[in-house]
């Protein structure tokens, strides 16, 4: 239902994002995971029209976004990297002050703020105004300003970056329930763990562009099920084996210290990024 196709986006001589082609499923729960300056936010920023590619296009549906920019803004619930709230306006404010920009008719604002705050067990605050909240409680507030126009596509820029691990998982029940509500959601992040707990496929870009895609399991799995690591002259070897046998076979060849364990998902993210493997 989304299509990259060839999309690049260059700031003079950088490539940003370079030959990007993915095609995301209706339903789909989807992660972008990259380091800092990978390329996400530009990707994300593309997808929701606030900025054109230098090369390729995007399309929703079989829609090209630049083609028509008010359909894809309305299938669209875009929560980005950094705060886009109103401060000195209360959450219900905020939320109503979205709804009127997207044209919601006056009957329906009232009702669909209350609802979608009590959703995000925010209604005990409705009233206060936004920079009263902690991290946590504006990021919900950010997720559900996002969903007052009822899009079906929900875009997430590291949204649960800086949160201590309390908020971040109520965060991730949130997104799980919107999933299972049917949204597709296409989210950015550099925590593996996220990627791996909530996404049903994975992409992994570095520098601008698209290295792998898969389940975690897939991508685990291609990067080798097992590693045995050892410290040695100052820094830590790891290498990759399909079999704990083969690894500690590996591990055989007069190593001291050595730790033969299964591979997770940062694992194989360093090891398909490396230049040495992707060439
Ligand atoms: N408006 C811009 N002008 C120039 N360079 C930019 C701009 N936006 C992003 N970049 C550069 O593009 C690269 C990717 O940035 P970004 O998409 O923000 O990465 P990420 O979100 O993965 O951290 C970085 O090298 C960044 O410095
Ligand atoms: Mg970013």
Redesign the pocket.
């Known amino acids: 239902m989304i299509l990259y196709k060839n999309v690049t986006k260059r700031?003079?001589a950088?490539s940003?994002?370079s030959d990007f082609s993915l095609e995301i499923e209706r339903g789909e729960f989807f992660g972008l995971l990259?380091?800092?300056?990978?390329?996400?936010?530009?990707?994300l920023?593309m997808t929701s029209t606030l900025t054109a590619p230098s090369a390729g296009f995007i399309s929703i549906d079989g829609v090209r976004i630049d083609r028509n920019l008010t359909c894809a803004k309305r299938r669209l619930g875009v929560v980005p990297?950094y705060s886009n709230l109103e401060n000195e306006l209360s959450a219900l404010q905020n939320l109503e002050y979205h709804g009127r920009l997207y044209g919601l008719p006056a009957g329906k604002l009232r009702r669909r703020s209350e609802e979608l705050l009590e959703f995000a067990g925010l209604s005990g605050r409705k009233n206060d105004k936004a920079k009263t909240f902690s991290g946590g409680m504006r990021r919900k507030l950010m997720i559900v300003k996002a969903l007052m126009h009822e899009p079906d596509i929900l875009l997430l820029?590291?949204t649960s970056a800086a949160l201590d691990a309390t908020w971040r998982r109520r965060i991730w029940d949130l997104l799980r329930e919107l999933h299972k509500q049917g949204l597709t959601i296409l989210l950015?992040t550099h925590y593996m763990e996220e990627a791996q707990t909530l996404c049903s496929r994975l992409g992994m870009?570095d520098s601008?562009t698209l290295r792998r895609t898969g389940t975690s399991e897939e991508i685990i799995r291609e990067a080798g099920n097992f590693v045995l690591e050892y410290f040695e002259n100052g820094e830590t070897t790891r290498h990759f084996f399909d079999s704990r046998a083969d690894a500690l076979a590996g591990a055989s060849r007069g190593l001291n210290e050595f730790k033969v364990r299964e591979a997770n998902l940062e694992d194989a993210f360093i090891r398909l990024t490396q230049k040495r493997f992707r060439d």
Do not use: F
């Open positions: 700031y003079g950088l940003a994002v990259g380091p800092n300056g990978a390329g996400k936010t530009t990707l920023r990297q820029d590291e950015t870009i601008g």
